[in-house]
C-alpha cells in the first residue's frame, strides 16, 4: 500500500482576500474545497492512508474531512506549531506514516491542479529503485521555476535556481510538486526546524550520491498560488479539462450546486461555478467565473474571470473583469473593477466610486 502526505500548511499569501477567513486548500473550486479533488485523485490511484500538514487556519481541515471515510480514505492531522518549510513538515508527520524504512511514501503539495498519474510515478520510483522520485512538467517559459534536468535514463543531474539569462535555461523541465520518497529518507531529514526539501533536502540528496529519479508527465498542471490562476482552475475543472473525480455532475459551461437560484435569463458560460444557496438575478452575465456560497449578484451585472467570496454582493449593472471580491463585501451598482483588482473582505464600495482601478 502507498501512503501518502499532503502539505496544506501554506499561508496562501498571494491569494487573499481568498485566504483570509479560509486556508487556501479549503477554498472552493468546482464546487468542493479545492482539497477534495486531491484527495479523490489519490484515492482513485489506491491510495488509502493520507496525513495531512496542517498550519495556517488548521482548525478548519478536520470539522470537514473527519476522518476521511466518506471518501474511503483514513485521514490523519499533524499542526506545524511554528512554520517548518516543506521538508520540516514532511519531517513532522513521520511518525504517522506506517511504511517501512524502504517502501515508497507520496507527497504532493496542497495547492497543484494536475492530471499526474499518480500510479505511474509510483511504478517508476519502484522500478528505478530511487530515493527519491520527482514528478516533472515542461512548460513554455521556465524563469519563474528550479529547473531539473535529467539525464537519458530520468536520473536527475542537479537542480537550478530560477534562470535569469537564456544560456542558464538549460531544460524546460521544472520541480511539479509531487514526489515518492523512501521512507527512510523522510526519517532522516532534521527535526524540529524549517527544512525547504527544494533548498535544502533534493541538492543535499543529490550531492551524496543519493539516486533522484525525475518522471516527466505533462498532462494538465496548474500552479493555483494566484487568484487568477485559481478561478482558471475551477473553470478547467468545471469543463473538463482539468480531471478529477470530485467534479459534481456533468462538464460543461456551468456548474450550478442545487440550492442555488439563477434567473432563467442569466447567461452563466466558461466553467462559471454558482455555489450554494448563491443568487443570480436578471440578466446577469457571468463568464469563466466562480461565484462562492450565498453571494449574490445583481440585475445586468457582468463578471468576466473573478472570483466573487462567500456572503458577497454585485450590485446591478457592475462589471467585474479579473477582480476578486472578499467574503461578505459589498460593491454597489454601476462600479467597473478590472485588471487584478481586489475588495477585501466586508469592505463596501458606494453605488458609481469606481472605475478601472486595482487599487481596492
Given at each position: 500500500?502507498?501512503?501518502?502526505?499532503?502539505?496544506?500548511?501554506?499561508?496562501?499569501?498571494?491569494?487573499?482576500?481568498?485566504?483570509?477567513?479560509?486556508?487556501?486548500?479549503?477554498?472552493?473550486?468546482?464546487?468542493?474545497?479545492?482539497?477534495?479533488?486531491?484527495?479523490?485523485?489519490?484515492?482513485?490511484?489506491?491510495?488509502?492512508?493520507?496525513?495531512?500538514?496542517?498550519?495556517?487556519?488548521?482548525?478548519?481541515?478536520?470539522?470537514?474531512?473527519?476522518?476521511?471515510?466518506?471518501?474511503?480514505?483514513?485521514?490523519?492531522?499533524?499542526?506545524?506549531?511554528?512554520?517548518?518549510?516543506?521538508?520540516?513538515?514532511?519531517?513532522?508527520?513521520?511518525?504517522?506514516?506506517?511504511?517501512?524504512?524502504?517502501?515508497?511514501?507520496?507527497?504532493?503539495?496542497?495547492?497543484?491542479?494536475?492530471?499526474?498519474?499518480?500510479?505511474?510515478?509510483?511504478?517508476?520510483?519502484?522500478?528505478?529503485?530511487?530515493?527519491?522520485?520527482?514528478?516533472?512538467?515542461?512548460?513554455?517559459?521556465?524563469?519563474?521555476?528550479?529547473?531539473?534536468?535529467?539525464?537519458?535514463?530520468?536520473r536527475v543531474r542537479a537542480f537550478l535556481e530560477k534562470p535569469q539569462t537564456p544560456e542558464e535555461i538549460v531544460t524546460d523541465q521544472i520541480n511539479a510538486g509531487a514526489y515518492v520518497f523512501r521512507r527512510s529518507v523522510i526519517d532522516a531529514i532534521p527535526v524540529g526546524r524549517p527544512v525547504s526539501v527544494e533548498r535544502e533536502t533534493f541538492p543535499d540528496l543529490l550531492s551524496s550520491g543519493a539516486h533522484l529519479q525525475g518522471m516527466v508527465d505533462s498532462t494538465y498542471w496548474l500552479d493555483l498560488g494566484t487568484p487568477q490562476a485559481?478561478?482558471?482552475?475551477?473553470?478547467?475543472?468545471?469543463?473538463?479539462?482539468?480531471?478529477?473525480?470530485?467534479?459534481?455532475?456533468?462538464?460543461?459551461?456551468?456548474?450550478?450546486?442545487?440550492?442555488?437560484?439563477?434567473?432563467?435569463?442569466?447567461?452563466?458560460?466558461?466553467?462559471?461555478?454558482?455555489?450554494?444557496?448563491?443568487?443570480?438575478?436578471?440578466?446577469?452575465?457571468?463568464?469563466?467565473?466562480?461565484?462562492?456560497?450565498?453571494?449574490?449578484?445583481?440585475?445586468?451585472?457582468?463578471?468576466?474571470?473573478?472570483?466573487?467570496?462567500?456572503?458577497?454582493?454585485?450590485?446591478?449593472?457592475?462589471?467585474?473583469?479579473?477582480?476578486?471580491?472578499?467574503?461578505?463585501?459589498?460593491?454597489?451598482?454601476?462600479?467597473?473593477?478590472?485588471?487584478?483588482?481586489?475588495?477585501?473582505?466586508?469592505?463596501?464600495?458606494?453605488?458609481?466610486?469606481?472605475?478601472?482601478?486595482?487599487?481596492?
Amino acid at each position: 500500500m502507498t501512503e501518502a502526505i499532503l502539505l496544506v500548511g501554506g499561508k496562501g499569501t498571494r491569494l487573499r482576500p481568498l485566504t483570509v477567513n479560509t486556508p487556501k486548500p479549503m477554498v472552493p473550486a468546482a464546487g468542493v474545497p479545492f482539497l477534495t479533488h486531491q484527495l479523490a485523485r489519490a484515492r482513485a490511484a489506491g491510495v488509502e492512508h493520507i496525513v495531512l500538514a496542517t498550519s495556517y487556519l488548521a482548525e478548519v481541515f478536520e470539522p470537514y474531512f473527519g476522518d476521511g471515510s466518506a471518501l474511503g480514505l483514513h485521514l490523519e492531522y499533524v499542526t506545524e506549531e511554528e512554520p517548518l518549510g516543506t521538508g520540516g513538515a514532511i519531517r513532522n508527520v513521520a511518525s504517522r506514516l506506517r511504511s517501512g524504512p524502504d517502501e515508497p511514501v507520496l507527497i504532493f503539495n496542497g495547492d497543484i491542479l494536475t492530471g499526474l498519474d499518480i500510479e505511474a510515478l509510483v511504478a517508476t520510483h519502484r522500478s528505478s529503485g530511487a530515493d527519491v522520485s520527482l514528478h516533472l512538467t515542461r512548460v513554455e517559459d521556465p524563469r519563474a521555476f528550479g529547473l531539473v534536468p535529467t539525464d537519458a535514463d530520468g536520473r536527475v543531474r542537479a537542480f537550478l535556481e530560477k534562470p535569469q539569462t537564456p544560456e542558464e535555461i538549460v531544460t524546460d523541465q521544472i520541480n511539479a510538486g509531487a514526489y515518492v520518497f523512501r521512507r527512510s529518507v523522510i526519517d532522516a531529514i532534521p527535526v524540529g526546524r524549517p527544512v525547504s526539501v527544494e533548498r535544502e533536502t533534493f541538492p543535499d540528496l543529490l550531492s551524496s550520491g543519493a539516486h533522484l529519479q525525475g518522471m516527466v508527465d505533462s498532462t494538465y498542471w496548474l500552479d493555483l498560488g494566484t487568484p487568477q490562476a485559481f478561478v482558471r482552475g475551477s473553470a478547467d475543472l468545471v469543463m473538463g479539462r482539468a480531471p478529477s473525480p470530485a467534479v459534481q455532475g456533468r462538464c460543461g459551461d456551468r456548474l450550478v450546486l442545487p440550492t442555488a437560484t439563477v434567473a432563467p435569463d442569466a447567461k452563466l458560460t466558461g466553467g462559471t461555478v454558482i455555489g450554494a444557496n448563491a443568487v443570480i438575478a436578471e440578466g446577469a452575465r457571468i463568464d469563466g467565473s466562480a461565484v462562492l456560497d450565498g453571494a449574490i449578484v445583481e440585475e445586468g451585472a457582468v463578471v468576466t474571470a473573478s472570483l466573487i467570496g462567500a456572503g458577497a454582493r454585485i450590485g446591478a449593472r457592475t462589471v467585474l473583469s479579473d477582480v476578486v471580491i472578499g467574503d461578505g463585501a459589498v460593491v454597489g451598482p454601476d462600479n467597473e473593477l478590472r485588471d487584478g483588482a481586489r475588495v477585501w473582505c466586508g469592505a463596501v464600495l458606494p453605488a458609481s466610486s469606481v472605475r478601472f482601478s486595482s487599487d481596492q
